[in-house]
Nanobody, 125 residues
């Protein structure tokens, strides 16, 4: 069974850092688009950072570019999202998503078939 499992969310003060991890299992993790959407209360799901597992492309939303870094562990089925200089407006549930055919730039939730359960990120003093 194809599965994505996220970890690493939590509570952090403004200016702090968190690292999210997405572990994939049950499918061939080759030439996939994979990354993170987030959803804050009352708002639409927003694509934050994505990459192609063949290493050809990355995407960052304007709201996180320069603060967030997405990476994949070589030879593994694990993707990380390093989040630095966090702001209160980064507070949301973060979802890992993957698909063999979805666009990365920009990422559209409807195009992604595989989703993790979500992990809460709260930025507050």
């Amino acid at each position: 069974e194809a599965q994505l499992v996220e970890s690493g969310g939590g509570l952090v003060q403004p200016g702090g850092s968190l690292r999210l991890t997405c572990e994939a299992s049950g499918f061939i993790f080759h030439r996939y688009a994979v990354g993170w959407f987030r959803q804050a209360p009352g708002k639409d799901r927003e694509g934050v950072a994505f990459l192609a597992t063949d290493g050809m492309y990355t995407y960052y939303s304007e709201s996180v570019e320069g603060r967030f870094t997405i990476s994949i562990e070589p030879g593994k089925r694990t993707v990380h999202l390093q989040m630095d200089n966090l702001k209160p407006e980064d507070t949301a549930i973060y979802y890992c998503a993957a698909d063999a055919y979805a666009e990365i730039d920009p990422p559209t939730p409807a195009q992604y078939d595989l989703w993790g359960q979500g992990t809460q990120v709260t930025v507050s003093s």
